[in-house]
């Protein structure tokens, strides 16, 4: 027998080749040891962040501790959520935004549940082959410069989640964010190496007086101060959503876009609104999930892909051949559907009960083989061949769970900086399909349903995700970082956690697989999978590559007592609660 990587003695030994939950409270069953390959970087057994009443988890450890903050001060759920955002936006710009988009699925503890789309929309003056050049051939203009900017969402976002579920004053849950852009905070290593690494993209705009003064980033130890953005965001605890929209925010961002060549208009800005959606829930092994719909593909991907493998039945243990063929078919199958028929709903027909319905995965799962791969051009004759963003996840005292993505693209977005304003615009603009059969940035090759259109929210894989247990009760807040990829972290974070039973923080440091259709392969992390394993795969016809890391999530569990909270190993974050 191949060797196989077992998450526990418990696969041997019960009946169900699923471990049976053995303490006393069936709805937080006992964890299973987690056993990873000898290769591995992340060390099986590691410690989660344990809180008693409310955690923050985010790659930015700050922007968690303002979380708490807030929620120590009165602040719920949403109020932290929303406070943890705003101070991303400060401490973590390289993905916190003010200039980007995201999307936030929220549970009540009260059964109550919510998502809210604030993802940037195409300007007035964006057309379908905007990217295409003279020579056919796209441009580049969609990852970098002026013309890559979605209208911004994040602000309009943010206040309006607040405005809906928040209990605190807004000027109380901005005021973090604008002491820490005002009073500065002290550089930690990861951004000094992060703007380092991103000079090419911050240097050639306005940011770069801001971010690189006498042209070096700041060093790690020394005291970074955002006044302009201080003021801005100033504005924003005063006016609310308005300023950014219709005022003196506005005028900067169409100013800057008129300066540089870009297509926002402040016309493009006061038409914007988020819009609250309704969470698609789709339930696995018993087990709820709760996730983020069109003009995300998140929620959909995960469902589909989930519903192909409780179909597809039992697999062989964590790490095995068996398991990560299923895996990637599943995933393979379900991009497959995401990447030629999600798009903007307000733009296209979305077949979102099909998509997430066990018939259609049922019918799905008879098509992968036990023992050999399928090309995907077979599988979806119509497809042709051809990171930055950041997940919090929060709980409050009252149990309400609030799981949040957002995002820039690119690190650092289109690398555009609003003068006067102090703040980074997205390239979100690449999230569209700038010409079928060609990948965009992450190598997504995706169809019409996608294209561009004046008005139409790009399609997202952020997939910001509240899983219930069987009996209903919160278990998992979780979500990621990683363009197609956190499709793939964030549902294999659920299956470590449901199928293999893994503590959170095994589940977080667990090695991942990524299969997105195109490229027909399967991307491993480095170290993550056994040479034997990697051998049984190629020999079941799969092409394997590996990948230095997939995704970054920031998840909360509800445990015995309380909370464990974890950001990613592959991220440099943290969890804080009280
Ligand atoms: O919305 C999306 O799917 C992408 N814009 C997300 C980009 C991303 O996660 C980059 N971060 N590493």
Redesign the pocket.
């Known amino acids: 027998m191949a060797a196989v990587v077992v998450a526990g003695s418990a696969w041997l030994l019960a009946a169900s080749p699923y471990p049976r939950p053995t303490s006393g409270d069936p709805a937080i069953p006992t964890r299973v040891p987690a056993v990873f390959p000898s290769s591995w970087r992340f060390p099986a057994g590691a410690h989660a962040t344990f809180a008693q009443h409310a955690i923050v988890a985010s790659n930015n450890r700050l922007a968690a501790e303002v979380g708490a903050e807030v929620m120590k001060q009165g602040g719920n759920a949403v109020d932290a959520a929303v406070a943890t955002g705003f101070a991303l936006a400060v401490t973590f710009p390289e993905?916190g935004n003010l200039g980007g988009g995201g999307y936030m699925v929220i549970r009540m503890a009260d059964g109550r549940t919510d998502a809210l789309d604030y993802r940037e929309v195409a300007p007035l003056a964006a057309t379908r082959d905007m990217y295409i050049g003279a020579d056919g051939k796209v441009n580049g203009e969609s990852t970098i410069g002026p013309k890559a900017s979605g209208v911004p969402g994040a602000v309009a976002g943010m206040i309006e989640a607040h405005r809906k579920y928040g209990v605190l004053p807004i000027s109380k849950v901005l005021a973090p964010a604008i002491r820490l852009a005002s009073e500065g905070f002290i550089v930690d290593p990861t951004l000094s190496a992060s703007l380092a690494a991103e000079k090419y993209r911050i240097g050639g705009f306005a940011g770069k007086a801001l971010f690189f003064p006498n042209d070096a980033p700041p060093a790690a130890g020394s005291r970074l101060v955002q006044p302009q953005l201080a003021v801005t965001l100033k504005l924003i605890a005063d006016s609310g959503s308005r300023v950014f929209y219709r005022g003196s925010i506005a005028d900067s961002i169409a100013a800057e876009m008129q300066r540089s060549g870009g297509l926002i208009t402040k016309e493009d800005l006061a038409r914007y609104r988020p819009i609250w959606r309704r969470p698609i829930r789709s339930v696995y092994r018993g087990y709820t999930l709760i996730s983020m719909p069109p003009s995300s593909s998140g929620g959909i991907t995960i469902t589909e892909m989930l519903n192909i493998l409780e179909a597809y039945g039992p697999t062989r243990p964590f790490g095995s051949a068996e398991r990560i063929h299923a895996l990637a078919s599943a995933s393979q199958r379900a991009f497959i559907d995401r990447n030629s028929k999600l798009g903007d709903p307000a733009f296209v027909k979305v077949p979102l009960a099909t998509l997430t319905s066990k018939e259609y995965a049922r019918g799905i799962a008879k098509t992968i083989s036990r023992d050999h791969a399928d090309a995907t051009t077979r599988l979806a004759s119509g497809l042709r061949e051809g990171?930055?963003?950041t997940h919090y996840s929060v709980v409050d005292g009252s149990g309400n769970a609030v799981a949040t993505t957002t995002?820039l693209?690119?690190l650092y977005g289109s690398g555009v900086f609003v003068r006067g304003a102090g703040f980074f615009l997205n390239d979100?603009m690449d999230?569209f399909t700038s010409r079928p059969g060609i990948p965009n940035m992450f190598g997504l090759i995706q169809g019409a349903a996608n294209a561009i259109a004046p008005g139409k929210r790009m399609l997202?894989?952020?997939s910001p995700t509240i899983v219930l247990d069987p009996k209903g009760n919160l278990l998992l807040v979780t979500g990621a970082?990683?363009?197609?990829r956190?499709i793939s972290a964030t549902s294999q974070i659920i299956l470590d956690v449901i199928d293999h039973r893994m503590s959170l923080a095994d589940a977080m440091s667990a090695p991942r697989i990524h299969h997105q259709s195109l490229p027909d392969s399967i991307g491993v992390e480095r170290g993550g999978v056994e040479p034997s394993v990697m051998a049984r795969l190629t020999q079941m016809g799969h092409h394997v590559y590996e990948l230095a890391g997939i995704a970054s999530a920031a998840s909360i569990m509800r445990v015995k007592g309380g909370y464990e909270g974890v950001d990613d190993p592959r991220s440099h974050g943290g969890a804080v609660g009280f």
């Open positions: 993905a990171n930055e963003t995002t693209n690119d979100e999230d997202s894989a952020m970082r990683g363009g197609p956190i």
